[in-house]
């Protein structure tokens, strides 16, 4: 067996090309391309519109921002320290010039935490003075303080936190003096009429509430809102010559409807509420 | 959320709806006296009979020859004892005298019902002619509608 020139020249032309593939190989798994995975995305740059014909001119990101973006403007998270809220309920001062004998003023806070919830205390002052027409008394309530606490749960804490819908609950406390003056007692069947007055009676009562109300932004950061309150009472003290028929912060004893509207502004906490509410303002 | 503004004026509206202006008790505070078989608690009425009170104003009448069972009977206010004279007639022209003593007490029972005087009974006596025995149920009569007191008649149909 010969080995010739041609059979040399071929050995070497196939060696080559086997060196080239080889090569090449190598160069692929030194420079691999790797998946983009794991990668932190930056927010959406620009308007919705924008970045939809960034997708269109093919840049295959700006449909995972777009997604994000959409999601995230879903659902607001607010801050644990969301806003404060002071104000001022005056419906009863209001309903009194209309012919209300009694009123309660209070003043509010409201700590928002979440844009969910809400702990809320109350304090304030209430007083009544009554003569019914067809009746034979007059009953006064000097003003008198009160006092709630409690707590509201927000369910729009998706939303705005200048726009809220409310459920909530409290307890309410008051001390107060009660007169009854000017009675006048006829008994038709033995002719007496007598006049007498009851001064000076002290009580003192607690009670529950279940609150149902809504918050409305009005102008920058004063709102209106507006609450329903179911109250009971837990106890109250009576005495020998009567039960309170008005309770500061309650309204009258027999009643278990109350509401309230009230005056209020806002106080943003920190920088991230800032831009929520910013950012919402945009939307 | 415009929605909101329009809820607000709504609720405005419930504010002139839930007043109830009604008493349902008395507007005066009056002993309510029934009448029972001695010994039972099973409740008895008397035909034609008369009740009026010791010196009432122009010896005026409370029941006047009536059925009764159970009757509503005024205190003064102004003596700490009334008396009140159940006169059964027919022929026998038997009466007993029944006596209430108590306190006045000054009391407000609610806007609704209004101020009136309370009575806290100490004692009640009565006659024995045909009345068999007399008992306080209530001690302290309010304007509520319970029975204060309780008559017991030793018969078993109406007199």
New interface residues.
Partial sequence: MSIDLRHILSLLCVTLLTLCATAQDSARYVTPVRPATNKTLPPARGTDEEVIKRFLAGDTLALEEARRDSARRAYKHYPLLTDVTVGINFIDPV?MLMGQDYASVDIHATLNMWNRLQPVVEVGMGWAK?T?DD???T?RSKPSPYAKVGLNYNF?YK??PR?Q?LLGVRMGYSPFKYD?TD?T?T?D????N?T?S?KGLSSHALWGEAVAG???NIWRAWS?G?T?RYHWLFKYKKS????P?FIPGYG????S?G?S?SLSYTLPLGANSRQEISTSKND | MRWLHVILPLMLLALVACDDNSCYDNGSALPLVRFYKSGTTQQVTLDGVTIRGVDAPGDSVLVDSSAVSEVYLPLRVSANSTQWVLEYGGETELADTITLQYRSVPYFSSAECGAMYNFELSSVTSTRYVIDSIAIAKPVIDNGTDVAIRLFFPVTNEY
């Fill in positions: 309903l009554s019914p009746m034979n008394f009953y729009m939303s705005d726009y819908a009854v009675v007692y008994n069947y033995w002719h007496e007598e007498f009851v809504i918050k409305v209106l507006w329903i020998e010559n009567g039960s028929w009258p004893r027999e009643k409807l509401f509207f």
